[in-house]
Structures are given as C-alpha cells and as structure tokens.
C-alpha cells in the first residue's frame, strides 16, 4: 500500500541519519535541513 511504503522509506531515512548522526558524523554539528526531532 502507498502507506506501507511512505512507512518503509521513512523509516529508512530515520535509521540513515541515525546511522550517519551516530556512527561517523558523530563528531560533526548536524546540518540545519536536518530534523532533530523523533
């Protein structure tokens, strides 16, 4: 369904930024563009 999918990929982007935010850029402001809430 077109909601399971918008569900997938915006899960997908959150685990992404998490993943960047947390692994390799955790030493790096984060970009303003960026969504800092959860």
């Known amino acids: ?3 399971g ?3 997938l990929l915006a899960l ?3 685990l992404g930024f998490a993943t960047l935010g ?3 850029g955790a ?3 984060k970009p303003d ?3 800092t809430r959860h």
Do not use: E, K, N, Q
């Open 1 to 3: 369904t077109t909601a």
């Open 5 to 7: 999918w918008s569900f």
């Open 12 to 14: 997908g982007l959150i």
């Open 22 to 24: 947390g692994g390799m």
């Open 27 to 29: 030493d790096r402001p």
């Open 33 to 35: 563009h960026v969504p």
